[in-house]
């Protein structure tokens, strides 16, 4: 079952009324900090929604997750999820969502 919405980013909070108000969370979501903790829920295929940041602090940043997603998406090992780019980094947002578009088009196939 799809139910899990996750929210990735290592500062912003969703619970934080300030994050709803200007980044769009609900505040139900899953927080999670790290691409690698992210990728934990998704190969479990329990993860109906993503809003991305990029900038994490780590090696492995936001962008690097949706091109993991693409991949999986293409490879067929994730289900279909729905996504949202928070991120206010300029070069990697867009980056996001093309690669998350091409997942987009892998599920449909």
Do not use: C
Request: glycine residues 4%; proline residues 6%; hydrophobic residues 35%.
């Amino acid at each position: 079952m799809q139910n899990i919405e996750l929210w990735l980013d290592d500062n912003r909070d969703p619970k934080d009324p300030k994050t709803q108000q200007l980044f769009g969370s609900k505040g139900t979501e899953i927080w999670v900090k790290t691409v690698p903790e992210a990728k934990a829920y998704l190969s479990q295929g329990i993860v109906a929604s993503i809003s991305f940041d990029n900038d994490l602090g780590t090696p492995e940043e936001g962008r690097h997750l949706a091109d993991w997603i693409e991949e999986e998406a293409y490879n067929k090992r994730i289900p279909r999820l729905t996504w949202n780019v928070h991120s206010a980094n300029v070069d990697a947002a867009p980056r996001i969502q093309a690669a998350m578009r091409n997942a987009d088009k892998y599920w449909e196939i």
